[in-house]
Each structure stands twice: as C-alpha cells, then as structure tokens.
C-alpha cells in the first residue's frame, strides 16, 4: 500500500512529537532548540531519501523512454536526422556551409547507403551520393535555405548500389544562437513513386497515343489509308521506341505474305522491298502459330530451335535479335499481322508494348475492313451514279424546304446545267422553268404531307433554249432510316416525242387522205401481189384510176417493162430465199399512155406469216433522170472551162513569147537613126504591139477572176503617184483635142496602203475609155475620201468623167458584164475586148470597193469606183519617199557578163542587143544543160535563165548549179507564164529574181540596179 507524501509527513510530526516527549520525561529541561534541530534535520535527511528514491524512479523510465524513442525512430520508414550548423562561417552557392551530424538513425544509412559512422565524422559525404545532374539543385536548396534560414525541400537523384534511387529530403531550422543553428529533417526513399508516377504517365501517353492512332483510323478516307498506316506505326515505333515496326497482309489465294507497311527508326535498314510476296509454305513454324491466333514473342533469335531454322535464315540477315508479331483475324480467319523487331539489343516486350500491338491489330483489321468497304460503297455508289446517269429517265430528289439534293445527269441536261453539282442548293424558281416552279411545289408538298406517292402524271417543262416540253412524272415520298420524312423523291421521262407521236398519229388519222392524195409520191399497199390501196399520185404517175388498179383482175406485173419485170422477179425470188435486197430501186414502167417513166421505188415489208404486205412509194423520176443528164453535161461544161484556162495559159506564154521580139526589135529600132516617116510607123507599129500585150493581159486577168486565183499585192505609196500611169497613158493614146485635168483632194493622207497596181490599171482602163468615146472637151481625174472607218483606214472614191457621147439608159444595165461593149453609131470603130469594165468590177470587189457611172447621152459620163486603203503614219511616209527616189534614180551600173539561156533565136537576138546596148557582155546558151557546162564562178556575174527550154529546162539548171557550187550570181528566171503565183512559184524553186515576157530595155536595166545597185 502506499502512502501520500502528507500522509508520511504528517507520521513522521507525530513520531518526533512522540519522541520529544518521552526524551522531555526522559531528560528533564531539554532545550527547545535543540529539539527543533533535531526535528529540522530528521525532516531533511527524510525529504532527501524520498527525493533520492525519485530521481532513481525518474532515471529508470527515462531510460526506458529513451530505449522507446530509439526504437521509433529506427523503426520509421524515413530517414531521420538533426545536424548543427555553424553560422559564423561564410560558403557559397556551389558548396555546403560547415555542418556536423548530431543524429542520424538506422534507416537513414539504409536509405542513403552511407554509414552514419562515416557521416558523423565527414558530413560532406552527403554529396556524393547525389547524382552529378541533381547536384546543382541540391547545392541550391541548400544555399536558399541556410540564407534565409527556411525549411530545406529537395527532391533528386542518387547512387546507391549501382542503381539510381529517388529521395526527398525535408529540414526544419532551429537557432540556438548566433553561432549556430540546429536542423532536424527527415530522408523519404521516393523510387517507387517515382517509378509508379513514370509508369502513369507511361499509360497516360500509352492511353493518348491509342486516342491520337484511334482517331486517325475513324476519320481516315481510302485515299488517306496508306499515309495513315504509315503514321500509326511511326507513332507506335517511336512511343516503344523499337527498331522497326511493320504490317504483313496474307493473300489467301497466292498463299503469300506481303510486307505492305513499314517503319524504320533512325540507322535501321528497311526491309519492306525484300519482303514481297513471301510464300507461306517456307515458313511452317511462324504460318503455323499465326493460324493458331498465337502472338509470337522471340527473345533472342540467334537462340531459335531447330524447327525454326528456316524462319531463323529469314531474320537473322534482316538482323533482327528479338520480335514480338500479333496476328491480325478476321472472323476466325488470319488475315495478316503487325509486329515489332529490336535489332540493336536483345529486348523483353513490357505488358503496354503487348497491349498496345494487340490494340493496332485491332485497329488494323479495321481499317481494312473499312478499306475494303469503302471501296465497295464507292463502287456501289459508282454503279448507282453511272446508271442513273445512263438511264433517260430523270431522277431528282429534294429536302423539306424544296431545294434540290440531287438529281441525274439527264435532268442537268433538262436544267441547262453542266453537272449535277450545280444543282445542290436551287429551287425550282431559279431554273429554267421559273413558270411551272409553282406547279411543282404544289405537287411536292401534296406528296410530302400526305405521305403518299402521286404516280404517272403529265405536266409541263420550259426546257434551256425556251422550248415547251411534256413529262410523266412520278414523286414519292423521301424517307430517312428512322422513317421520317425528309424530303421529295421524283422522276420523269420526257414523252415530248410520244405526246407528239400521239398527236401527230391523231391528226394523221384525220387527214390521212389529204396528205396521202395529195403526195408528191405515189403511195400504195400490196398484198399477195394484189393491190389494197393507191393513192392519186400513184394514179397520175400510171396513167390508171384507183379502181382499175385495185381491181382483183389488175395484175401488178402489167405495169412494168419487159427489163423491169426481170428485175422485180430477181428482187421476189432473192425475198423468197430470205437474202437480203435494197429497199429502194430503180424500174421502168408503161403509163396507160404507152409512155414509158422512170420511177424509183422504196418498200417496207409489213408480212405475217399468212400474208405478204408490202408498203411502198413510188417517185416520178424522169425528170431526175434528165437533170443527172444536164449534170454531166455541166461536167464536160466545167472540163470546158478547165480545158479553156490550161488553153489560155499555153496561147499567153506562145504570144508572149514572140512579143518579147517584136517589143525588143521594136525598141532597138527606135533607138537607129530614122527620118519622120519612119519613126511614125515604128510608133504606129509599138501602139499595135502593146494593144495586142494589153489584150492579152486582159484575157489573162478574167481568167484568173473567173478561177478565183486573182489576189492583191498591197504596197505604200503616196497619193500624188495614183494617176503617174495615166498620165504617160493619155500622152501616149491621145491624139485628140482633148485637156486632161487632175485633182487631189488634200483631206486625202499623203502616204496611203493599197494594191498600186491594181488601182492604176482601173484608172487607165478609164481613162482609155473615156479618150475612146470623148471627140473634145476634157477628161478631169479626181480622187477624195469617200468614208472615214477608222483610224487606221479609210474608203477612197476615185472618178474619170469626159465630155464625151455619153451612154444611152438601155446599156447601163450590161455595162460590166463580161465581152460586152456600149452600142454607138460607130461602135465597130472602137477597139476593144469588152472584158476591161467587167475586170474593173471584179478588182473593186476584191477590194471591198463598188463601181458605178453616172451618164446621159451626149453630155458625157462620169465613171467612180472605190476602194479600202490603210493610212500610213509619218514615220512610214519617209521610208516610201526614200524607195520612191531609190526607184526613179538609176544609176549606171559597170558592165557586167551576163550568162543568157534561151531556146528561141529571136528572142536571144532581141536580148542579145539590149544587153548589148545597156554596156554589158553577153554570154548565150540554148538550154539548161548548155548553161550547167558553161558556167565559170570566176567569170559570169549574172544568169538569165529561161524557164521553158528543151533538153533541160531552166528550173533543173538552176537546182544543178546550186548543187555543184556554194556561191554564185543572181539566177534570174524568164518566162511568158504571167499566172498569179508564178512568180513566187519560180523563186521558190531556187530563182532569185523573175522577169514575166515580154521584157525591155527599162526592166533589165531597173533588175541589175536593184541587184546591183542596192
């Protein structure tokens, strides 16, 4: 039992009362001081040996608490420690301040893998654990904490036992003093956080990456399915971080393996081009576990048994060391399958590479799948497109509001549209048939809310161009896959033709006879050889009445001639057989008249087996015949003209010809020494010489009109050289008292653009009849602007007008016509071929122009013409001027020896003597072979070479010569032929310059200079 202290004290007062007591009756007079002495001291000797026994109590439970503290803190799964800092003590940022371990407990050694021994003696140990790339932070932590004397937080790397460990390290500062401060913290062994925060963000990446390839495959096109499989498993790849990851497929008929994708990491070798058409049966064990449905995971390849010794061949060049394949199935079936190699290490596969290669197959198959479905639905959608496109029938669908969702081609077509796509979106009121949009509507809302079809209706169309047509309609309800309805399904077909056909077969029921009675062929209808029915055509052809022919005593075979009735029973017996004949044909038959007619005949058996029915027209061809007749006669006609125009080409060149000697004789005539007589009958004599050129010019230029070969030369030239010719003309013709004026209009351009030749020969065809029909008075030439058009061109009126016998109003009408000549009194003494007006209206034409007169008789007429010109600007105008003066001056050229080919005598002669006397030597041979042997580089200047030469003609010279040397001299082509085209004809085949016959003096002179001269 025990006692409260003021119970033991409250004893012991009345143990010592008890003894002071008996010691006061025992020792009489005892002080009372001494008692209290003895009484201070037994208390104190008492409270010393309560205290004593309670400090020895305390002692023992401290030691025990001590032995419960240790055991707690060892027993914590952290690291505990308390160390003492020195403050009076500078350090910097990449180093620790002076520390010193005052506690450390066992699991602190365990996690640190420093002993605490070794830590109590040298506490900067501490930091060679921390791995080098946490260091840094670590030295910071510490640095922030020991300065501003907060909590220390650090998380980081360590060594320990060759393994990288995680710890987190957290401190509590307490100052002591000045000089030091006491940390207390606690070391936390973070690996397996660590390592399960990796692991989770591992999945969540994993888990992202299946989200990321997922979408791709469910949005993924055809188009789009080899770059996405591409994608996936570069995606794959590189989150596994594998070597090189692929897709084989397995045809089923080939029993083959195809590597069809495939994807490399960086140094690896691709093996997708090896890898095609792979047969099966050489490789059993891997063929064998696929169809087992069995992945296949091979840790080490060099290590395969020997069954797999043929697989093994087939990876180890691929140097594959480990793969892990999962098969793709399809319904109980292999398909193919998707895997992984590693080629730069041996690698066991982790449980997300398993997953995550289990998932692509899946995803594989069905992107096939899909593939393969997407193809069908496009061909399928294909098939559908191309038959409603195909069929006549059109077909068109609508939404709620009536705006078009689709149709066929056909209907674009009715709509006006290219395609079908520029439809989506419209409605009725904006296509062509605006006008029955209305109508259709109506009909399309009856459908949709009565939910019934409305069938085989007729109504009216506006087509693109404007023209009315009839369609059979049907519409239908359109229903989507929950059945409801979502718009307006149509179709139609255009029944235009058969609504025609109907009317036309309604209204050919009623006038059948007035169209057939009034034919313009004879119709008719056989039966068994008998006729059923003729109309009045066929009775006016045959001469006969309807009665008489339809009579059952009326044989057909009457009405033909003895050869047509050959040729009918050739035509019945070849039907017979079943050979095929002609359905139209050509006989002959006797009109009741005893005339024979030819007819042509069209049938159409119209036979059953019991009867023989024939429906024909028979066609009055006599007058036919004859016109076939006229057309042969139109073809010898035109053969005529061909025949006319070869004739007038040859006689041209073989007048021409001699022409060149007389002109040439003529002109050296004129230059000898003659008296007054003489020189009057030489000039009488070239008069004669150049009407008969000028006839001859004339008779070629209608030819050429009449050929259509006639074409204008258009050249500058400036307007004041417009009447030039016609002025050396009157000089030279006129021998009357007649004055001959001229007026430019100034408002004309100085410099115009036309054919100068041509416009010169009208003037002077004129100008020639005018000073025919003109006895005295004037001729006045004019020229002025008729019609600005533009700019750049203009209409130019040209009029000759004479005081002369003028023309009566009877012969105004056939003035230009073609060898026609005003009748006068004296017409007989007016030369002339009557072509020159008519060639004159055909040159106007050609150049957009019109010709006119304005005559009375006795007063004179005033012929006008027009033609198109273009205006030349100023800077043209200087260079005509400068080739104007070029032409007019002409310098005297040294001489020069000329090579001269020509087969006719007189016309070297005549040549001979112009050359002669223009100063130059002249060198002659009588064909183009002569030439080819003559010729010397060295000492000919020129070659005149004539195009029509016996032995070899000049055109073949000249192609010999070209031939044989590099350079040579101007070959200058002569000849008669005055055709259009001639000219460039000529040059073409190797001539350089060409000269039409008959020539003069003045021509070669104005050749040589441009050839020359420059």
Same mark, same amino acid.
């Given at each position: 039992?025990?006692?409260?202290?003021?119970?033991?004290?409250?004893?012991?007062?009345?143990?010592?009362?008890?003894?002071?007591?008996?010691?006061?009756?025992?020792?009489?007079?005892?002080?009372?001081?001494?008692?209290?002495?003895?009484?201070?001291?037994?208390?104190?000797?008492?409270?010393?040996?309560?205290?004593?026994?309670?400090?020895?109590?305390?002692?023992?439970?401290?030691?025990?608490?001590?032995?419960?503290?240790?055991?707690?803190?060892?027993?914590?799964?952290?690291?505990?420690?308390?160390?003492?800092?020195?403050?009076?003590?500078?350090?910097?940022?990449?180093?620790?301040?002076?520390?010193?371990?005052?506690?450390?407990?066992?699991?602190?050694?365990?996690?640190?893998?420093?002993?605490?021994?070794?830590?109590?003696?040298?506490?900067?140990?501490?930091?060679?654990?921390?791995?080098?790339?946490?260091?840094?932070?670590?030295?910071?932590?510490?640095?922030?904490?020991?300065?501003?004397?907060?909590?220390?937080?650090?998380?980081?790397?360590?060594?320990?036992?060759?393994?990288?460990?995680?710890?987190?390290?957290?401190?509590?500062?307490?100052?002591?003093?000045?000089?030091?401060?006491?940390?207390?913290?606690?070391?936390?062994?973070?690996?397996?956080?660590?390592?399960?925060?990796?692991?989770?963000?591992?999945?969540?990446?994993?888990?992202?990456?299946?989200?990321?390839?997922?979408?791709?495959?469910?949005?993924?096109?055809?188009?789009?399915?080899?770059?996405?499989?591409?994608?996936?498993?570069?995606?794959?790849?590189?989150?596994?971080?594998?070597?090189?990851?692929?897709?084989?497929?397995?045809?089923?008929?080939?029993?083959?393996?195809?590597?069809?994708?495939?994807?490399?990491?960086?140094?690896?070798?691709?093996?997708?081009?090896?890898?095609?058409?792979?047969?099966?049966?050489?490789?059993?064990?891997?063929?064998?576990?696929?169809?087992?449905?069995?992945?296949?995971?091979?840790?080490?390849?060099?290590?395969?048994?020997?069954?797999?010794?043929?697989?093994?061949?087939?990876?180890?060049?691929?140097?594959?060391?480990?793969?892990?394949?999962?098969?793709?199935?399809?319904?109980?079936?292999?398909?193919?399958?998707?895997?992984?190699?590693?080629?730069?290490?041996?690698?066991?596969?982790?449980?997300?590479?398993?997953?995550?290669?289990?998932?692509?197959?899946?995803?594989?198959?069905?992107?096939?799948?899909?593939?393969?479905?997407?193809?069908?639905?496009?061909?399928?959608?294909?098939?559908?497109?191309?038959?409603?496109?195909?069929?006549?029938?059109?077909?068109?669908?609508?939404?709620?509001?009536?705006?078009?969702?689709?149709?066929?081609?056909?209907?674009?077509?009715?709509?006006?549209?290219?395609?079908?796509?520029?439809?989506?979106?419209?409605?009725?009121?904006?296509?062509?048939?605006?006008?029955?949009?209305?109508?259709?509507?109506?009909?399309?809302?009856?459908?949709?809310?009565?939910?019934?079809?409305?069938?085989?209706?007729?109504?009216?169309?506006?087509?693109?161009?404007?023209?009315?047509?009839?369609?059979?309609?049907?519409?239908?309800?359109?229903?989507?896959?929950?059945?409801?309805?979502?718009?307006?399904?149509?179709?139609?077909?255009?029944?235009?033709?058969?609504?025609?056909?109907?009317?036309?077969?309604?209204?050919?029921?009623?006038?059948?006879?007035?169209?057939?009675?009034?034919?313009?062929?004879?119709?008719?209808?056989?039966?068994?050889?008998?006729?059923?029915?003729?109309?009045?055509?066929?009775?006016?052809?045959?001469?006969?009445?309807?009665?008489?022919?339809?009579?059952?005593?009326?044989?057909?075979?009457?009405?033909?001639?003895?050869?047509?009735?050959?040729?009918?029973?050739?035509?019945?017996?070849?039907?017979?057989?079943?050979?095929?004949?002609?359905?139209?044909?050509?006989?002959?038959?006797?009109?009741?008249?005893?005339?024979?007619?030819?007819?042509?005949?069209?049938?159409?058996?119209?036979?059953?087996?019991?009867?023989?029915?024939?429906?024909?027209?028979?066609?009055?061809?006599?007058?036919?015949?004859?016109?076939?007749?006229?057309?042969?006669?139109?073809?010898?006609?035109?053969?005529?003209?061909?025949?006319?125009?070869?004739?007038?080409?040859?006689?041209?060149?073989?007048?021409?010809?001699?022409?060149?000697?007389?002109?040439?004789?003529?002109?050296?005539?004129?230059?000898?020494?003659?008296?007054?007589?003489?020189?009057?009958?030489?000039?009488?004599?070239?008069?004669?010489?150049?009407?008969?050129?000028?006839?001859?010019?004339?008779?070629?230029?209608?030819?050429?009109?009449?050929?259509?070969?006639?074409?204008?030369?258009?050249?500058?030239?400036?307007?004041?050289?417009?009447?030039?010719?016609?002025?050396?003309?009157?000089?030279?013709?006129?021998?009357?008292?007649?004055?001959?004026?001229?007026?430019?209009?100034?408002?004309?351009?100085?410099?115009?653009?036309?054919?100068?030749?041509?416009?010169?020969?009208?003037?002077?065809?004129?100008?020639?009849?005018?000073?025919?029909?003109?006895?005295?008075?004037?001729?006045?030439?004019?020229?002025?602007?008729?019609?600005?058009?533009?700019?750049?061109?203009?209409?130019?009126?040209?009029?000759?007008?004479?005081?002369?016998?003028?023309?009566?109003?009877?012969?105004?009408?056939?003035?230009?016509?073609?060898?026609?000549?005003?009748?006068?009194?004296?017409?007989?003494?007016?030369?002339?071929?009557?072509?020159?007006?008519?060639?004159?209206?055909?040159?106007?034409?050609?150049?957009?122009?019109?010709?006119?007169?304005?005559?009375?008789?006795?007063?004179?007429?005033?012929?006008?013409?027009?033609?198109?010109?273009?205006?030349?600007?100023?800077?043209? +105008? &200087?260079? =005509?001027?400068?080739? #104007?003066? @070029? *032409?007019? /001056?002409?310098? !005297?050229?040294?001489?020069?020896?000329? %090579?001269?080919?020509?087969?006719?005598?007189?016309?070297?002669?005549?040549?001979?003597?112009?050359?002669?006397?223009?100063?130059?030597?002249?060198?002659?041979?009588?064909?183009?072979?002569?030439?080819?042997?003559?010729?010397?580089?060295?000492?000919?200047?020129?070659?005149?070479?004539?195009?029509?030469?016996?032995? +070899? &003609?000049? =055109?073949?010279?000249? #192609?010999? @010569? *070209?031939? /044989?040397?590099? !350079?040579?001299?101007?070959?200058?082509? %002569?000849?008669?032929?005055?055709?259009?085209?001639?000219?460039?004809?000529?040059?073409?085949?190797?001539?350089?310059?060409?000269?039409?016959?008959?020539?003069?003096?003045?021509?070669?002179?104005?050749?040589?200079?441009?050839?020359?001269?420059?």
């Amino acid at each position: 039992m025990q006692f409260s202290r003021i119970h033991l004290i409250s004893f012991l007062i009345l143990i010592i009362t008890l003894l002071y007591a008996v010691l006061s009756l025992l020792l009489s007079n005892l002080p009372v001081y001494v008692f209290v002495s003895f009484l201070v001291t037994l208390v104190l000797v008492i409270y010393l040996t309560l205290q004593y026994n309670k400090l020895q109590e305390s002692f023992k439970i401290s030691q025990r608490n001590e032995s419960l503290y240790k055991d707690l803190v060892n027993a914590q799964p952290a690291g505990i420690y308390r160390l003492l800092q020195r403050n009076d003590i500078n350090f910097t940022r990449d180093q620790l301040p002076l520390l010193k371990y005052e506690f450390l407990n066992d699991q602190h050694e365990i996690i640190t893998g420093i002993s605490n021994s070794d830590l109590f003696t040298k506490s900067e140990l501490i930091t060679q654990m921390i791995h080098f790339e946490d260091l840094k932070s670590f030295y910071d932590k510490n640095y922030e904490a020991v300065k501003t004397r907060k909590p220390f937080r650090w998380e980081g790397r360590i060594f320990k036992d060759g393994e990288i460990k995680w710890l987190r390290i957290e401190s509590e500062p307490r100052v002591l003093n000045e000089d030091q401060t006491l940390w207390t913290g606690i070391v936390f062994d973070i690996t397996q956080q660590k390592r399960l925060e990796v692991m989770m963000d591992k999945r969540k990446a994993f888990e992202r990456l299946l989200l990321d390839i997922s979408s791709h495959f469910v949005n993924m096109s055809v188009e789009r399915f080899d770059e996405i499989l591409n994608l996936a498993i570069e995606k794959i790849g590189k989150f596994c971080d594998i070597d090189r990851s692929y897709i084989f497929i397995w045809h089923e008929t080939t029993n083959t393996l195809q590597n069809t994708h495939e994807w490399c990491n960086k140094g690896i070798t691709s093996q997708i081009e090896y890898l095609q058409e792979l047969p099966c049966g050489e490789i059993p064990q891997w063929m064998a576990e696929l169809n087992k449905f069995n992945p296949i995971n091979i840790y080490d390849v060099s290590q395969l048994p020997k069954e797999w010794e043929v697989e093994k061949q087939i990876l180890e060049p691929q140097e594959v060391k480990s793969l892990f394949v999962v098969p793709i199935i399809s319904q109980e079936k292999l398909v193919g399958f998707v895997g992984f190699d590693s080629v730069r290490k041996k690698r066991e596969w982790v449980d997300y590479e398993v997953k995550i290669l289990k998932v692509f197959a899946d995803l594989v198959y069905n992107a096939f799948e899909r593939k393969k479905a997407e193809i069908g639905l496009t061909h399928s959608r294909q098939m559908l497109r191309n038959v409603l496109d195909t069929i006549k029938v059109r077909v068109f669908w609508k939404d709620l509001n009536l705006n078009y969702l689709g149709c066929n081609q056909a209907f674009a077509r009715d709509a006006g549209l290219h395609s079908t796509e520029e439809l989506i979106g419209k409605n009725d009121f904006d296509m062509v048939w605006m006008d029955q949009a209305a109508l259709y509507q109506a009909d399309d809302r009856l459908v949709i809310q009565s939910r019934k079809p409305k069938l085989n209706f007729e109504e009216p169309q506006t087509g693109p161009q404007g023209e009315q047509k009839w369609l059979l309609t049907s519409k239908i309800p359109l229903e989507d896959i929950n059945g409801q309805i979502m718009g307006v399904l149509g179709t139609y077909q255009d029944i235009t033709d058969h609504k025609q056909a109907e009317d036309a077969v309604k209204a050919s029921e009623k006038k059948y006879r007035i169209l057939t009675e009034n034919a313009f062929d004879g119709i008719y209808l056989l039966e068994n050889e008998q006729f059923q029915y003729v109309n009045q055509r066929f009775c006016e052809i045959t001469g006969l009445s309807a009665d008489e022919i339809c009579s059952p005593d009326f044989s057909l075979w009457s009405l033909f001639t003895e050869k047509s009735k050959k040729i009918a029973e050739e035509r019945k017996q070849a039907r017979l057989q079943g050979k095929d004949i002609p359905g139209i044909y050509e006989l002959q038959i006797k009109r009741k008249s005893g005339e024979i007619c030819d007819i042509e005949i069209s049938t159409t058996p119209m036979s059953t087996k019991e009867k023989i029915v024939i429906l024909g027209i028979m066609r009055d061809i006599t007058e036919r015949k004859h016109n076939e007749s006229l057309r042969s006669q139109v073809a010898v006609a035109n053969q005529t003209v061909l025949f006319k125009q070869n004739f007038l080409a040859n006689m041209s060149h073989e007048i021409r010809t001699p022409l060149t000697g007389v002109l040439g004789m003529i002109e050296i005539l004129s230059q000898t020494k003659l008296d007054h007589n003489q020189l009057d009958y030489v000039n009488t004599l070239r008069l004669s010489t150049e009407n008969l050129r000028e006839i001859i010019n004339q008779i070629l230029d209608y030819s050429k009109i009449e050929a259509g070969q006639l074409q204008l030369k258009m050249r500058q030239f400036r307007k004041d050289f417009m009447f030039e010719n016609a002025k050396k003309l009157y000089s030279s013709i006129c021998k009357k008292d007649i004055i001959l004026e001229t007026y430019l209009d100034p408002e004309l351009p100085e410099v115009i653009e036309a054919d100068e030749y041509r416009i010169s020969q009208i003037i002077n065809n004129l100008l020639s009849n005018a000073v025919k029909f003109t006895h005295k008075g004037k001729i006045i030439i004019e020229a002025q602007p008729a019609k600005w058009l533009d700019d750049q061109s203009l209409l130019v009126k040209v009029m000759v007008t004479d005081t002369g016998i003028g023309i009566k109003p009877e012969s105004m009408e056939h003035l230009f016509n073609p060898f026609e000549q005003i009748e006068t009194d004296d017409t007989r003494n007016i030369d002339g071929t009557g072509l020159g007006l008519s060639i004159c209206k055909e040159l106007v034409a050609l150049m957009d122009g019109e010709i006119g007169v304005d005559s009375s008789p006795g007063e004179g007429s005033m012929f006008w013409f027009t033609f198109k010109a273009k205006i030349v600007s100023d800077n043209q +105008m &200087d260079e =005509v001027q400068d080739i #104007k003066k @070029l *032409k007019n /001056k002409l310098e !005297k050229t040294k001489a020069l020896s000329i %090579l001269f080919a020509e087969d006719k005598i007189v016309n070297q002669k005549v040549v001979f003597l112009m050359l002669k006397s223009l100063g130059h030597n002249v060198s002659l041979a009588k064909n183009g072979k002569e030439v080819v042997s003559i010729f010397d580089p060295e000492k000919f200047d020129l070659i005149l070479m004539d195009i029509q030469m016996p032995v +070899m &003609d000049g =055109v073949t010279a000249t #192609k010999l @010569l *070209k031939k /044989k040397y590099k !350079k040579l001299p101007p070959i200058v082509g %002569l000849s008669a032929n005055a055709f259009e085209g001639d000219r460039e004809k000529y040059m073409n085949l190797g001539m350089d310059e060409y000269l039409t016959k008959p020539v003069t003096s003045f021509d070669f002179e104005s050749l040589i200079n441009r050839l020359f001269n420059n």
